[in-house]
């Protein structure tokens, strides 16, 4: 089970830190991903972690992807907000090292997590 937290309602220039608690099984040896999704448009990649990290071009530079392995534990820390990246935002487990973008390839979801960038 993927659990998320940190999100809410902030104005663009600002940060969050999104968090990812799993339970039940460790994530250790998977890819770990966010997503978002605003209303009305498909589920898009931000970024992933397994020995190496991978971004979205929307959000490099001002994103960066961590985990704590010990702590079974993934964060996306978000600086430099805009309105554009309003959407819920979803942390999911792929079996897959290879650092994937595609929601299909991963197989664990947690239920989302809203952040909200005022302009």
């Known amino acids: 089970q993927l659990v998320e937290s940190g999100g809410g309602l902030v104005q663009a220039g600002g940060s969050l830190r999104l968090s990812c608690a799993a339970s039940?099984?460790?994530?250790?040896?998977?890819?770990m991903g966010w997503f978002r999704q605003a209303p009305g448009k498909e589920r898009e990649f931000v970024a992933a972690?397994?020995?190496?990290?991978y971004y979205a071009d929307s959000v490099k530079d001002r994103f960066t992807i961590s985990r704590d392995n010990a702590k079974n534990t993934v964060y996306l820390q978000m600086n430099s907000l805009k309105p554009e990246d309003t959407a819920v935002y979803y942390c999911?487990?792929?079996?897959?090292?290879?650092?994937?973008?595609?929601?299909?390839?991963?197989?664990?979801w947690g239920q989302g997590t809203q952040v909200t960038v005022s302009s």
């Open positions: 039940g099984r460790t994530f250790s040896g998977y890819s």
């Open positions: 972690i397994n020995r190496n990290t």
């Open positions: 999911a487990a792929s079996p897959s090292g290879y650092l994937p973008s595609r929601p299909s390839r991963y197989d664990y």
